[in-house]
Structures are given as structure tokens and as C-alpha cells.
């Protein structure tokens, strides 16, 4: 365990140690082997690490860890501040200053939640008053188990995982 990266195991580490022996030796065969064999064992020991975050807390019904341990994953919260995106008037000119974007923005909601009202239409009308009433199985199959929501819990883990480390 390195405290920039507590996740790696000791076999892990161990890899690195030799990966970098074997830079530092200029083999270039040997050390794009271990470069993969240390990619793949830390990827595992990245997921196990966080499996093992989520799963202490719940154990104990406590989900603190398991929210500490996908904000561990996103690397903190970082706020954007200014927009990328550059935004323009009607006739196309960019905005400068907030006052503009703001009012850009105002205008964009106005002209897409103003409009006429929708027509009825009897053919939804009369499906709708037809409709037959939810039967009592269909909403005990809605709600999900513990069991399955830890499952689904761990695939997000390891989907975070996945992405961050496509980063």
C-alpha cells in the first residue's frame, strides 16, 4: 500500500518495482509485458479496494462508506465555473457578458414553454378511462431487494472505475 494509492497490493507493487527495474535497463520487450500484468492487477485491486469501501458499510447498515467511496471515485467534487459552451443571440452574434447569457437563457424558455394548448384527443380520453387498475403483483415485482440493490450498487462502482480509468 503506497499512501497515494492505498488500493495496490503488495504483489502489485512488487510488479512496479520490477517494471521499473527493467525501464531503467532499457528492455523494451520486458517491460511492455509488465507494464501489462501491472495495469491488469492494479485495475483489480482498484475494484476490490472499493468493493471493500462499499461493502463494510453495508454490513453494517451504514451506506456513509459506500457514498465516500464513489465520491473517492469521481475525484471529489469540482465545480465548473464559467460555461465552455458559447452561447448566442438571436441573430447569432456570441453573448459577452452574464447579463447577456442570462437573458439569452430567458428568452430560449420563454419561447419554448409558451405555446397553445394542446387539442384533446378523445382517442387518449377514452384509452385512459378503459385502462385496467395495477394489480398487486405487478408493484411487489417493483421493489427491489437489498441483495440486488447491492448488486447494482457494485456494477456503478465498477463502472465509475471503468471510466476513470479510461481517463
Known amino acids: 500500500m503506497t499512501r ?49 469501501l462499499a461493502e463494510d458499510g453495508l454490513q453494517r447498515n451504514d451506506l456513509r462508506p459506500a457514498y465516500r467511496a464513489i465520491k473517492q471515485m469521481r475525484g471529489g467534487c469540482e465545480r465548473v465555473e464559467v460555461s465552455t459552451v458559447p452561447i448566442n443571440t438571436n441573430d447569432g452574434t456570441p453573448c459577452t457578458s452574464v447579463d447577456e447569457v442570462l437573458e439569452r437563457w430567458n428568452e430560449h424558455y420563454q419561447q419554448m ?4 394548448p394542446a ?9 385512459a378511462a378503459n385502462a385496467r387498475p395495477e394489480k398487486k403483483s405487478q408493484r411487489l415485482s417493483i421493489v427491489v431487494s437489498t441483495l440486488s440493490w447491492f448488486t447494482a450498487l457494485k456494477s456503478v462502482f465498477l463502472q465509475l472505475q471503468s471510466q476513470r480509468q479510461s481517463l
Do not use: I, M
Not at 113 to 116: D, K
Not at 119 to 126: F, M, V, Y
Open 119 to 127: 387539442t384533446q384527443c378523445l382517442d387518449l380520453n377514452d384509452a
Open 113 to 116: 414553454l409558451n405555446h397553445a
Open 4 to 52: 497515494r494509492r492505498p488500493w495496490l497490493s503488495p504483489d502489485t507493487l512488487e510488479v512496479l518495482e520490477k517494471k521499473r527495474d527493467v525501464r531503467l535497463a532499457g528492455q523494451s520487450e520486458k517491460y511492455r509485458q509488465l507494464k501489462g500484468v501491472f495495469k491488469t492487477k492494479a485495475k483489480a485491486d482498484l475494484g476490490a479496494y472499493y468493493s471493500t
